[in-house]
């Protein structure tokens, strides 16, 4: 009954950025902790960023200070806002989130969307 979509991928030079999007939507359904998470190809996925459903965030160290995580409830959407990117930042990032639905609480996906950071 839900599904998050994910926007905003591609390829982008070293200290470049790009603002990714994912968007949920269906029936009846409440957001609570929103994540981003990554995982490049031969590397054990990583939790990039989280936010709690007071707004509380918390990001992993290696991208802390160049990443940002928000989001639009009136969208139903959650952006990471990527800055100063590096190589290392290549990977697919999903999005994830904590949403309940009746009649139970759990985790969704989004598809993935590619981030490719090249000169």
């Known amino acids: 009954q839900v599904q998050l979509v994910e926007s905003g991928g591609g390829l982008v030079q070293p200290g470049g950025s790009l603002r990714l999007s994912c968007a949920a939507s269906?029936?009846?359904?409440?957001?609570?902790?929103r994540r981003w998470y990554r995982q490049a190809p031969g590397k054990q996925p990583e939790l990039v960023a989280s936010m709690t459903n007071d707004g509380s965030t918390n990001y992993a160290d290696s991208v802390k200070g160049r990443f940002t995580i928000s989001r639009d409830n009136a969208k139903n959407t959650v952006y990471l806002q990527m800055n100063s990117l590096k190589p290392e930042d290549t990977a697919v990032y999903y999005c994830n989130a904590d949403i309940w639905v009746p009649s139970t609480t759990s985790a969704y996906w989004g598809q993935g969307t590619q981030v490719t950071v090249s000169s």
């Open positions: 269906g029936s009846r359904f409440r957001i609570y902790t």
